[in-house]
């Protein structure tokens, strides 16, 4: 090992000695580098190579030839390209990616890494090889199949050998998506190029068009004929067996005269050129692209959202019009299938406008599509047409506040079809709460009007077990029947509780009644709506005693009620909720509510020490095992009040209770409360 270690430094001492020479490096900095070097070489023929290694010594060599690149423009020094150190270190580094990727084959970030240092420094010759490897190993890997494609394709100019590595690898993975849409993209963009080549050479898109071409535009024909497809070679499979029996032909004639004979030649020339035009034809109207679609979708005829997203990629290219009408109108009959069908004038509207969202006249008439297609569809389809209306509608007003939903869309379009699918009873949950965010913003409506749907919704996302959703739209139910009649709002509670089944859904229902007692500064209704909060929240605490969620929303619930009945009634009253909760519930309360009551009472202008120490006494009996932060706010205050004797007992009962007391002394000692003693 010591020896080919040696030995491949040996070989960059030509290199070595005209960094010296040259004035970029120093002896000193060149022995630093060698001992390097050779550190690396060494770690790279250990028994076990670490891919780290490879990188590490990659990142140096990388870093060494900026460093030789700055000097040199600094110091405006000039080599011939020739010049040992011109080439060592791109040599050096790209043998050093050469022995990485032999022994990390299915890495491909490392392969990515290589064909990305090899773009960079032109080394064309390498980057071909190191794809070939690449996919030897990784045959399966649609990202090398495609990154090679677009390599040949960008930049060699050479769409054959495009299509073959794209074709190769459909071969070995033929369920692989990405490898289909860039075969397709490939062929949209060559065929693009031929058109604008055409275009910019002045000659017509149809070849056909010109029966008289020149004899560049009939070879310019042949040329891109040859590239299309199957059907190109049977083609000229026809032309050889026309030429056949015109040869046939010509023997049991008698040659006329030399005019008759050169009309016979024209016409001969003109027929091979109108078959290399029809070929050429062909091509230009995208038929190497239906073929390549048509083959993918064969491959995933179920897959419409994949079908949709091909559609999506030949959408780009605007000559390609025709195709796109003919793969919408292939998608078949599902529900997937009809709902892309109602949504092609936003997609259009995006691909011709490159806007980010589809608006005005594109909305308007994707609804109207989907209005047509909902009355003819029926049961479940109709469901899931539905819901695919209010994917939608909803992602076309994700980005827009609740008041410019009114502006960007028609609305009262939209509730009416939300409104006509829930009375044939077969509305989704999306649908649904598309209607109550729609209904929010439709001026049309009445305050009855919306209530009814709020209600619908609510009962009907009730029903369907989603109780998030159905609790959001009993919120707006409630507040919609508050702007007329306050008091009716909290039998909207009443019912919509009875309703949702989730207990987390029910106590933030029944919160949410609390806010909206407390904004109509109704003291008895903020009395009721607390209690029925309460009681929900002890009894999810109780039936999920596992989840300490649960439990911390119960706690919070209480601490909120503590902090409002002292703002309106006083101390008296807001000791008098905690202790009545610390008295009847069922749910031993931890830390962070006891410390919320202890906050609390230590905000009264007289502290009330006995109050104080009776809580810190619960605390540290129910978690003083476990938590230290019981004791250090005991701690806290007696250092407070000046109670040394209370102090270091104190201190020596936490060491005795707690099981691991080492973080309770780190934190007493950072916060200067320890035990003197």
């Given at each position: 090992m010591a020896d080919a270690v040696r030995g491949q430094i040996e070989q960059q001492i030509p290199e070595l000695h005209d960094l010296v020479?040259?004035?970029?490096?120093?002896?000193?900095?060149?022995?630093?580098?060698?001992?390097?070097?050779?550190?690396?070489?060494?770690?790279?023929?250990?028994?076990?190579?670490?891919?780290?290694?490879?990188?590490?010594?990659?990142?140096?060599?990388?870093?060494?030839?900026?460093?030789?690149?700055?000097?040199?423009?600094?110091?405006?020094?000039?080599?011939k390209k020739s010049a040992p150190s011109e080439l060592g270190g791109q040599k050096r580094v790209l043998f050093i990616f050469q022995r990485a990727v032999q022994k990390f084959k299915g890495d491909l970030r490392l392969w990515n890494d290589y064909f990305d240092f090899c773009e960079r420094t032109g080394s064309h010759k390498v980057l071909g090889r190191a794809f070939a490897e690449a996919l030897r190993f990784n045959p399966l890997s649609a990202e090398l199949w495609v990154r090679a494609a677009a390599w040949e394709f960008n930049g060699n100019n050479n769409i054959k050998a495009a299509r073959i590595l794209l074709q190769r690898g459909l071969r070995l993975a033929p369920d692989s998506k990405k490898l289909w849409t860039e075969y397709l993209r490939l062929e949209l963009l060559y065929l693009n190029k031929i058109h604008?080549?055409?275009?910019?050479?002045?000659?017509?898109?149809?070849?056909?068009?010109?029966?008289?071409?020149?004899?560049?535009?009939?070879?310019?024909?042949?040329?891109?004929?040859?590239?299309?497809?199957?059907?190109?070679?049977?083609?000229s499979d026809e032309d050889e067996d026309e030429e056949a029996s015109e040869s046939r032909l010509s023997r049991g004639v008698k040659?006329?005269?030399?005019?008759?004979?050169?009309?016979?030649?024209?016409?001969?020339?003109?027929?091979k050129a109108a078959v290399a035009a029809s070929g050429m034809d062909r091509f230009l109207e995208g038929d190497v692209v239906r073929e390549v679609y048509k083959a993918a979708v064969a491959q995933f005829p179920d897959d419409v959202d994949f079908q949709v997203s091909l559609i999506d990629v030949i959408r780009i290219f605007s000559r390609m019009r025709h195709l796109v009408n003919e793969a919408y109108a292939n998608l078949g009959d599902s529900a997937v299938a009809v709902a892309a069908r109602c949504v092609r004038p936003a997609r259009d509207f995006e691909a011709v406008d490159g806007a980010s969202g589809a608006a005005g006249a594109a909305v308007a008439a994707v609804i109207s599509n989907f209005s047509s297609a909902l009355e003819e569809a029926e049961g479940l389809f109709r469901m899931e047409l539905g819901e695919m209306f209010a994917e939608f509608v909803v992602a076309a007003v994700e980005n827009l506040s609740q008041p410019d939903i009114g502006k960007a869309l028609p609305v009262d379009a939209i509730e009416e079809l939300c409104r006509r699918v829930h009375v044939d009873e077969t509305a989704g949950s999306q649908l649904y709460a598309l209607w109550c965010r729609v209904a929010t913003v439709t001026p049309s409506l009445l305050?009855?009007?919306?209530?009814?749907?709020?209600?619908?919704?609510?009962?009907?996302?009730?029903?369907?077990?989603?109780?998030?959703?159905?609790?959001?739209?009993?919120?707006?139910?409630?507040?919609?029947?508050?702007?007329?009649?306050?008091e009716a709002a909290d039998e909207v509670y009443f019912v919509a509780t009875e309703l949702i089944e989730d207990d987390t859904e029910r106590v933030r229902l029944l919160e949410h009644r609390v806010d909206f007692c407390i904004g109509r500064r109704d003291n008895a209704a903020v009395n009721t709506a607390f209690d029925a909060a309460v009681q929900a929240a002890t009894a999810a605490a109780w039936a999920h005693r596992a989840n300490p969620e649960h439990e911390g929303a119960l706690?919070?619930?209480?601490?909120?009620?503590?902090?409002?009945?002292?703002?309106?009634?006083?101390?008296?009253?807001?000791?008098?909720?905690?202790?009545?909760?610390?008295?009847?519930?069922?749910?031993?309360?931890?830390?962070?509510?006891?410390?919320?009551?202890?906050?609390?009472?230590?905000m009264q202008p007289e502290l009330d020490l006995a109050r104080i120490r009776g809580?810190?006494?619960?605390?540290?009996?129910?978690?003083?095992?476990?938590?230290?932060?019981?004791?250090?706010?005991?701690?806290?205050?007696?250092?407070?009040?000046?109670?040394?004797?209370?102090?270091?007992?104190?201190?020596?009962?936490?060491?005795?209770?707690?099981?691991n007391p080492v973080p309770f002394i780190s934190a007493a000692r950072l916060r200067q409360i320890e035990h003197a003693s």
């Open positions: 020479a040259s004035g970029i490096f120093d002896e000193a900095e060149v022995k630093r580098i060698v001992s390097k070097r050779l550190k690396f070489e060494y770690a790279l023929r250990r028994r076990r190579t670490r891919k780290k290694d490879f990188i590490s010594y990659l990142e140096y060599e990388l870093n060494c030839e900026k460093l030789r690149l700055h000097r040199k423009e600094k110091r405006k020094i000039m080599k604008q080549r055409r275009a910019l050479l002045g000659l017509p898109i149809s070849a056909s068009s010109r029966a008289s071409g020149t004899s560049m535009e009939v070879d310019d024909s042949k040329e891109h004929a040859e590239d299309v497809s199957d059907d190109d070679d049977e083609d040659l006329g005269t030399l005019a008759e004979e050169e009309n016979v030649v024209k016409e001969s020339d003109q027929g305050h009855s009007a919306r209530a009814e749907v709020y209600e619908a919704a609510t009962r009907a996302l009730a029903v369907r077990g989603l109780s998030g959703d159905a609790a959001d739209a009993a919120m707006m139910w409630a507040a919609e029947v508050a702007s007329e009649n306050a706690c919070t619930l209480i601490v909120r009620r503590i902090q409002w009945t002292w703002a309106r009634s006083g101390v008296g009253a807001a000791r008098k909720v905690y202790n009545d909760f610390l008295r009847s519930t069922p749910i031993q309360p931890g830390w962070a509510f006891l410390e919320s009551v202890i906050d609390f009472e230590a809580l810190l006494e619960k605390a540290v009996t129910e978690s003083g095992e476990d938590d230290h932060g019981p004791w250090l706010r005991f701690l806290e205050l007696e250092a407070s009040v000046g109670e040394v004797g209370r102090l270091g007992q104190l201190y020596d009962r936490a060491l005795r209770s707690l099981r």
